[in-house]
């Protein structure tokens, strides 16, 4: 065999697909980006984005009690909607007139939702941009850290993955947790 014609193959370049962000407008509390952090943990987030200088600020207290930014990244950004995978499609939540309820909300695949400051509201000029915008139905307006559980539980609950059972409930309760429901079912 000549060497012209035994070419090795280059192994195929590996793409990691980033299906869910959570995007933090000018968030004011590491408390609730830590909470935010916990749930993007729970609910299988690929990362955690943030624009403005206040969290950074604030940052030097620890609230992240899981340590999930050792696996999630948690970025900085100048926008949020910067450098955005063509698929990735732009869900604002926020109490805005004309926005889809969470109930009646289907969601993407590829996502990136967005989520506005405890102490203000997403620019119009990102809504503008948005594929959708939708609200979580409540009387009155919960936090921050709330609001994200909430939509990621309601994208768990919607999908077609199938996380339950006992395997999963030992593997994510407190090592002090040994709980077992006897004979009620």
Same mark, same amino acid.
């Given at each position: 065999?000549?060497? &012209?014609?035994?070419?090795?193959?280059?192994?195929?370049?590996?793409?990691? $697909? !980033?299906?869910?962000?959570?995007?933090?407008?000018?968030?004011?509390?590491?408390?609730?980006?830590?909470? +935010?952090?916990?749930?993007?943990?729970?609910?299988?987030? *690929?990362?955690?984005?943030?624009?403005?200088? @206040?969290?950074?600020?604030?940052?030097?207290?620890?609230?992240?009690?899981?340590?999930?930014?050792?696996?999630?990244?948690?970025?900085?950004?100048?926008?949020?909607?910067?450098?955005?995978?063509?698929?990735?499609?732009?869900?604002?939540?926020?109490?805005? &007139?004309?926005?889809?309820?969470?109930?009646?909300? &289907?969601?993407?695949?590829?996502?990136?939702?967005?989520?506005?400051?405890?102490?203000?509201? $997403?620019?119009?000029? !990102?809504?503008?941009?948005?594929?959708?915008?939708?609200?979580?139905?409540? +009387?009155?307006?919960?936090?921050?850290?709330?609001?994200?559980?909430?939509?990621?539980? *309601? @994208?768990?609950?919607?999908?077609?993955? @199938?996380?339950?059972?006992?395997?999963? $409930? #030992?593997?994510? #309760?407190?090592? #002090?947790?040994?709980? !077992?429901?006897?004979?009620?079912?």
């Amino acid at each position: 065999m000549s060497s &012209e014609n035994s070419q090795q193959a280059e192994p195929a370049e590996v793409v990691n $697909i !980033v299906k869910v962000t959570v995007g933090l407008s000018n968030p004011k509390s590491p408390t609730n980006v830590g909470a +935010v952090m916990r749930a993007a943990g729970c609910y299988q987030v *690929d990362q955690v984005l943030y624009t403005g200088e @206040r969290y950074g600020k604030a940052a030097k207290f620890q609230t992240d009690t899981k340590n999930v930014a050792n696996k999630i990244p948690l970025k900085s950004m100048s926008s949020l909607l910067d450098d955005l995978h063509p698929e990735t499609k732009v869900v604002c939540v926020e109490l805005a &007139e004309g926005a889809i309820s969470l109930p009646e909300f &289907e969601h993407p695949e590829q996502a990136l939702y967005v989520f506005g400051p405890e102490d203000g509201t $997403i620019t119009q000029d !990102v809504v503008d941009r948005a594929d959708s915008v939708v609200y979580v139905p409540t +009387v009155g307006c919960m936090n921050l850290a709330a609001t994200v559980n909430v939509l990621l539980y *309601d @994208r768990l609950a919607k999908s077609t993955q @199938r996380i339950q059972g006992d395997e999963l $409930i #030992r593997s994510s #309760r407190d090592n #002090r947790n040994n709980l !077992v429901v006897k004979g009620k079912y």
